[in-house]
């Protein structure tokens, strides 16, 4: 049996315009396997998001759109009715979006947020075994206790991004989609996402429930210097395709596409 794995092969997606449709993924092929940590680099406009959310059912493929997903092997089908056939695979496939706060719900407090993500997705426990693993991920993450009572438009945006990150880990996923982690915050909270993605990367650190297998980790992002280090494999997108796929050592040191040596190239450099 192959390994544990979310993959793709063969995604293709395309958009609408007035002269047809606009293809903007050509033939995709992307494997995350259960335990590894890949970053998906590439300009502006050049299709992460889009692959993004074709992982997470949540795009309206067209007509001609192809490509099939698969879950540890199985293929995944959309189901056509309801939202609940789909909660093992939202509690499997968990997402850290590009802007958190607009997948918050707004009527909810910090902590309600945690306890009220494991409830919708069906995570066994009674309600205070949910409450204290989120009292755990809002703890790790730096919440501050005085804010678990706030709603999201009464905390600040890297709390907000944290808050989203806590919420993703506690149904437990196999699998963590992270669009752009990073790039809203502050230099110091950066550097402590950037360790807690390294931990759950490394150890399984935070991973609930603990001990539990260490997720497969997909981090989209522009900037290498900070997925440098958490991801062990960099997958580089240019025009909807993927051009590099190689250990990140191997994009720092030595880049083949052009795309891959803008982003190395784009590096700070210390002086000797
Ligand atoms: N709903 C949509 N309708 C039409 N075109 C879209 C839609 N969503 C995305 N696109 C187009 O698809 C292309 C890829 O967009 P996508 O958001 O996947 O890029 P990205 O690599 O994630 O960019 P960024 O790094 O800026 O977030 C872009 O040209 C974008 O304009």
Do not use: F, N
């Amino acid at each position: 049996m192959s390994e544990p794995a979310l993959e793709v092969t063969g995604l293709t997606r395309s958009y609408p315009e007035a002269s047809g449709r606009r293809t903007v993924l050509h033939e995709v092929d992307l494997t995350v396997p259960q335990g590894s940590s890949v970053a998906l680099l590439g300009r502006s406009g050049c299709g992460k998001t889009t692959l993004l959310k074709a992982l997470l059912l949540i795009d309206r493929p067209g007509r001609t759109d192809t490509g099939t997903i698969r879950l540890d092997g199985r293929v995944v089908r959309r189901p056509r009715l309801g939202s609940a056939a789909l909660r093992p695979y939202r509690r499997a496939v968990q997402c850290v979006p590009q802007d958190p706060a607009a997948g918050l719900d707004p009527r909810r407090d910090v902590l309600s947020q945690v306890t009220g993500a494991m409830a919708t997705l069906g995570v066994p426990g009674a309600r205070q075994d949910h409450e204290a693993t989120a009292v755990g991920l809002l703890s790790a993450l730096d919440l501050p206790r005085e804010s678990w009572r706030r709603r999201p438009h009464e905390i600040s945006g890297g709390q907000a991004q944290r808050l989203a990150i806590a919420r993703a880990l506690a149904p437990g996923p196999r699998y963590l989609l992270l669009d752009e982690p990073v790039s809203g915050l502050d230099p110091r909270r950066r550097h402590q996402v950037l360790d807690l993605l390294a931990g759950l990367v490394d150890d399984g650190g935070l991973c609930v429930p603990d001990p539990s297998p260490r997720p497969g980790v997909l981090i989209v992002s522009h900037d290498l210097a900070a997925v440098a280090r958490v991801c062990d494999r960099a997958v580089v997108m240019d025009g909807g395709r993927i051009v590099e796929d190689v250990p990140t050592t191997g994009l720092l040191e030595s880049p083949t596409h052009p795309t891959a040596r803008a982003l190395r190239d784009a590096l700070p450099r210390m002086p000797v």
